[in-house]
């Protein structure tokens, strides 16, 4: 083939990324810290492409033409410099890096500026679908200047997913470190719809009492719905189906999550760019709290203040309710984590947001049939802005959301990520907000002064009568 790429890391996403390259006809040169686990993939995939294995970064930098195109895929932070120093007097003009990992941007700024001194193009991209997503087809977002992705475009295009739309999901998302900004995000929008999955799955069972076969019906007919029908939702259906012996296997397991990191940093630029995320937060929040288990049990004594009971409802209709109110919650975890990107401006990440919706249609764990509606909102009103999406929602969304919440509350079923999310639109559309209240009071304490609704200027009280 007339297009190589060489992989470093053939861990779980790069073997899979380089067996990707391969079987769309690609030269692939790959190479592994561990030469063993190079020797391994050579034995099990060798034989399925164009393979040339490599025991030293120098032995892989020589196997490829110039300009060189290199995939790295290895844990992300330190081991990512280890690479990149390593690779760095190897390479010559012209040549160009491609940090895949889920790597934190303001290290994709560092070692782009790195780079671009030693007379090397850099390139981060966010890679998202997993092990199969890479395998298959994954949605890449990459970063960088126009110029280099024109030079990498051959090798990752016909590797990305199909958009359903006739494209493919990867498309250069902005300057510099955009990519992995905008995978960062990727990742706390998923963190906020997993755990508005999760506190849905509880509602279900503890506030209406379902049994698992009803909840899954539920959850069945969401995934059904062609508006709502995502890949978040296919695994959770996956899930709720296995049993081990008469019970669901769900059920064995520790109600405690782990988190790598992407969705706190998310919710910490959210704070840094002044972006209000709460579903984002309250997700990230929900995990590090299910960890604290000695509170949890101590808080035992005060759970009857909310005593356990569930309500009574119509399947039917339930099922039409939660299906509204699912959309609106996922319409508003895609607006928190959109206005985290646009906000991103601020750090030089000017990204094209139509462009971000497309490919997250098809390869990434947010996909949905929902960003469809949304794209073509921001291409037909030209706002790139959660306003413009507002309009998605609906009035038996608001109203589904509402009873959901409610409900939640009356029967104490702990509800942290979509109760925030109501707030989260509660508090968006309102024509006037208690925030006039906070600016009186920090007059008061602080003569922080304030505004007014009738006069222009900028007032200063003194409020003890
Ligand atoms: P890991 O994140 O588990 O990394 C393992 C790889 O890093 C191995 O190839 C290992 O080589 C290499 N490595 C390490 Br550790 N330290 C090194 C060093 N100092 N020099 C050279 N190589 C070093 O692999 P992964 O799960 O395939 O993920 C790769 C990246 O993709 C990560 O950033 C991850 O966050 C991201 N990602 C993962 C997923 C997923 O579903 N797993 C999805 C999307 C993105 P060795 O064999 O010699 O130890």
């Known amino acids: 083939s007339n297009v190589s790429l060489g992989v470093i890391g053939l861990s779980v996403m790069g073997s899979n990324l380089a067996r990707n390259a391969a079987s769309r006809g690609h030269h692939v040169v790959v190479y592994n810290r561990t030469t063993a686990v190079t020797e391994k993939f050579m034995a099990d995939h060798g034989a399925d492409g164009e393979f040339v294995a490599t025991k030293t970064l120098n032995e892989l930098v020589e196997a490829l033409p110039a ?28 040549d160009v890096v491609v940090d895949g990992g889920n790597t934190y941007y303001p290290d994709t700024v560092r070692r782009f500026e790195d780079y671009q001194a030693a007379g090397l193009h850099f390139m981060g991209m966010g890679v998202s679908g997993g ?8 949605s890449m977002m990459p970063g960088g200047s126009d110029k280099v992705w024109h030079l990498v475009k051959a090798v990752f295009e016909p590797m990305a997913a199909d958009d359903k739309l006739g494209g493919k999901c990867v498309a250069l998302t902005g300057p510099s470190a955009s990519g992995h900004f905008v995978k960062m995000v990727h990742n706390g929008i998923e963190y906020a719809i997993m755990q508005i999955i999760a506190e849905l799955y509880d509602i279900l069972k503890s506030t209406y009492g379902l049994t698992h076969a009803d909840l899954t019906a539920v959850f ?62 309250a997700a990230v929040a929900a995990r590090s709290q299910s960890g604290d288990l000695a ?44 206005e985290i990107i646009l906000a991103g401006k601020s750090l030089g990440f000017t990204v094209d947001l139509p462009e971000v919706a497309r490919i997250w249609r098809g390869g990434c764990i947010i996909q949905s049939a929902l960003l469809g509606p949304i794209t073509e909102t921001f291409k037909a009103t030209g706002d790139w802005t959660g306003k413009s999406l507002v309009s998605l929602i609906t009035q038996s969304g608001v109203t589904g959301l509402r009873q959901l919440v409610a409900d939640a509350a009356v029967t104490g079923t702990p509800a942290l990520c979509i109760m925030s999310t109501l707030g989260y639109m509660e508090q968006m559309v309102a024509t006037r907000l208690p925030q006039n209240i906070v600016q009186a009071l920090r007059d008061d304490f602080g003569a922080h002064t304030y505004r007014r609704v009738d006069k222009e200027g900028v007032f200063h009280t003194h409020w003890k009568a």
Do not use: C
């Open 295 to 338: 509170l949890r049990k101590k808080g035992e004594t005060i759970r009857p203040v909310a005593p356990k009971q569930t309500k009574k409802v119509d399947l039917k209709q339930l099922i039409e309710s939660t299906k509204a109110a699912y959309q609106t919650m996922v319409i508003l975890s895609y607006i928190q984590g959109f």
């Open 67 to 94: 300009p060189r195109v290199v995939l790295v895929m290895v844990k992300a932070g330190n081991p990512v410099d280890a690479v990149l120093n390593g690779l760095k007097p190897l390479l010559t003009p012209g």
């Open 131 to 138: 092990e199969e997503g890479a395998l298959h087809g994954p």
């Open 220 to 281: 069945h007919a969401l995934r059904d719905d062609p508006a709502l029908s995502s890949f978040l939702l296919d695994i959770t259906g996956d899930v709720l189906e296995v049993y081990e012996g008469e019970a669901p296997l769900i059920d064995f397991i520790i109600d405690q999550s782990e988190q790598k990191g992407t969705g706190r940093w998310t919710a910490e630029t959210a704070l840094q760019l002044g972006v209000a995320a709460p579903s984002i937060m």
